[in-house]
């Protein structure tokens, strides 16, 4: 496809058709190839029409979050969802014949084993008898993602979603804070009955859906279907427990000091925001002089960072204010046929908004290296645990140029980014160990729900006091991360990657260069490897290694308190 400005890219309807026969004549080619080299056009071919239906069912999905109100993209969205899982037993059968060609070893040797490993899993995950279930499974995820999206409330005198008010939290004035929290409370609490009926049907079709394939749980469907080819359960327990051991007393200390700096008596959940008494960083400038900056920071970073933005730039591939509508949170995501990655956030005047400049610029700087020396579409991107270290690392590589974003306010704004990325790790606890609980005991009504996160809350977030609002007191905070509904036990990969980020970032200030290398070589490598080998790659330590978490954080712990 010839590259156009994303605001002029046509949407064409993926002719899920084509896409049979397509599929059917790979099988067919698959299993009467004579040499690798047919076995290999074959695989290709059907890798050429994936793209572009790939793209087109991309693109759709980009302008439905935009604006969920769209009628437009909302059916051609149930539609897609429709036709996708209709191609599952096909699908099914071109995995079965890759997986069984006579040339398997010719594959690995010029792709690598992680390809059938990846083969291998989705084998024991996809069935013709989960058609109807995927299908609703994303009925309710899309339900969720435009209740979400539509919630809104008056704040005085301003219509605020939920990334209106949290601007808010962080005021200087604390009276300010608590009224933006307990609208932001409020905000929830009107459409928990939603979110917790769109949860509990979604527990039990996951969970109904794994117990169909044999599955003892709907975790090990789940842990199989992320690629967890390196670790299980247990060993994400011990990683917890290294959280709760190392981390979550650190942040504790820091706490402290912010409920000193700030001359409260309790520190409440809307002080956690502001760190400092004058005011948190914020960014100077609007979304584009923005953009603008950071192409600037990227031109001079690398040669490879300043041509990726200077490509984002010039097809205009972000959508980054927030509006009425629009889906919540960030994310990056691309259009393979055009071999481009796409960033989509919503801006809310916080030092948020920079964030969103590293940490989705880092997803999609790995996006277009990937898309443009990987030849093979399932390769290009890897696990989550590795994808986020792409995208966290960035964030920290960035850190000199952070005075073009806030000036003066520089090394403020860099102090509150390494807080908020270390006192983020126990909360990423939480949400894992939520999600294991909730999936060993899928009959929990919506009150043992929120009475579980409570619980989980006090162990890994001591400090955490809701001054009071019932709501959130039994539990009802969980619900504020979308990752629960819609990607189930995807968030301790955060946590993992972070502990590589804050390496890169100390190895950053002994030698930049050399950090640079590592982080560009993992990058590179897309997911042509597993886990633990793109770590030994990059020369990271792994963090489930008893120990290795109070190795990766140390530094970390030692800079915030020489800083704060």
């Not at 939290?169 to 409020?186: G, H, L």
């Not at 192409?295 to 927030?322: C, I, P």
């Not at 046929?337 to 956030?345: C, L, N």
């Not at 919506?446 to 539990?475: C, H, K, S, T």
Request: net charge negative; with cysteine.
């Amino acid at each position: 496809m010839e590259m156009v400005d994303f605001r002029e890219m046509p949407y064409v309807r993926p002719d899920f058709e084509a896409l049979k026969k397509a599929c059917e004549q790979a099988i067919h080619s698959l299993e009467g190839a004579a040499s690798y080299a047919e076995a290999k056009a074959a695989y290709l071919a059907y890798e050429e029409a994936e793209t572009e239906a790939d793209t087109m069912m991309s693109l759709c999905s980009v302008r439905n979050t935009i604006d969920t109100q769209d009628a437009y993209y909302e059916a051609e969205e149930k539609w897609i969802r429709q036709q996708s899982a209709a191609l599952i037993p096909l699908s099914k059968r071109y995995r079965v014949a890759l997986a069984g060609s006579p040339f398997r070893a010719d594959f690995i040797a010029e792709f690598g084993e992680q390809m059938f490993r990846m083969i291998d899993a989705s084998l024991r995950t996809m069935d013709e008898r989960l058609v109807g279930d995927i299908v609703k499974e994303g009925e309710l995820c899309q339900a969720y993602q435009k209740d979400s999206a539509l919630a809104s409330t008056d704040f005085r005198g301003e219509k605020c979603n939920f990334y209106g008010l949290l601007k808010h939290m962080e005021d200087t004035d604390r009276k300010t804070r608590r009224e933006a929290f307990e609208a932001w409370a409020a905000l929830y609490e009107s459409i928990s009955g939603k979110l917790d009926s769109q949860y509990d049907e979604l527990v039990h079709l996951r969970d109904g859906m794994a117990k169909k394939l044999g599955f003892e749980s709907y975790t090990a469907f789940a842990y199989l279907k992320r690629r967890r080819f390196d670790y299980g359960p247990k060993e994400a327990a011990a990683f917890r427990a290294q959280i709760r051991d190392v981390i979550t007393p650190a942040v504790a200390a820091i706490r402290e000091r912010q409920k000193e700096k700030l001359g409260v008596d309790t520190l409440r959940y809307y002080d956690e925001a502001l760190l400092f008494p004058s005011g948190n960083a914020n960014p100077i400038g609007t979304a584009d002089e923005l953009v603008a900056k950071a192409q600037r920071m990227y031109r001079e970073m690398s040669a490879e960072t300043g041509e990726f933005f200077d490509f984002m730039v010039k097809y205009h591939l972000f959508d980054l204010n927030t509006r009425p509508g629009k889906r919540m949170g960030g994310y990056m995501t691309s259009f393979p046929g055009y071999k481009a990655p796409f960033i989509f956030s919503n801006f809310n005047g916080t030092s948020a908004d920079v964030d969103v400049l590293t940490h989705e610029a880092g997803h999609a700087f790995q996006g277009y290296l990937a898309m443009r020396s990987i030849p093979i579409g399932m390769l290009r991107g890897s696990t989550a645990e590795i994808n986020e270290v792409h995208s966290m690392s960035m964030e920290h590589f960035a850190y000199p140029w952070m005075p073009l974003f806030f000036e003066e306010k520089s090394e403020k704004y860099i102090t509150a980014h390494l807080i908020g990325a270390l006192s983020v790790v126990p909360y990423m606890a939480c949400v894992d160990e939520f999600q294991h609980v909730v999936y060993e005991k899928p009959d929990m009504t919506a009150r043992e729900r929120r009475a579980a996160w409570r619980e989980i809350e006090r162990v890994y977030m001591p400090w955490r006091d809701y001054d009071g609002n019932q709501f959130l007191e039994e539990g009802g905070f969980w619900m504020q991360k979308q990752h629960i509904f819609l990607y189930p036990f995807y968030y301790i990969d955060y946590a993992l990657a972070q502990m590589c980020a804050f390496q890169f970032y100390g190895r950053a200030k002994e030698n930049r260069e050399a950090a640079w290398q590592d982080y560009l070589s993992l990058c590179r490598a897309g997911g042509t490897l597993g886990y633990f080998e793109l770590l030994n790659k990059a020369n990271l330590l792994n963090p489930f290694v008893p120990g290795n978490v109070e190795k990766c954080v140390g530094h970390v712990i030692d800079d915030i308190s020489k800083r704060y």
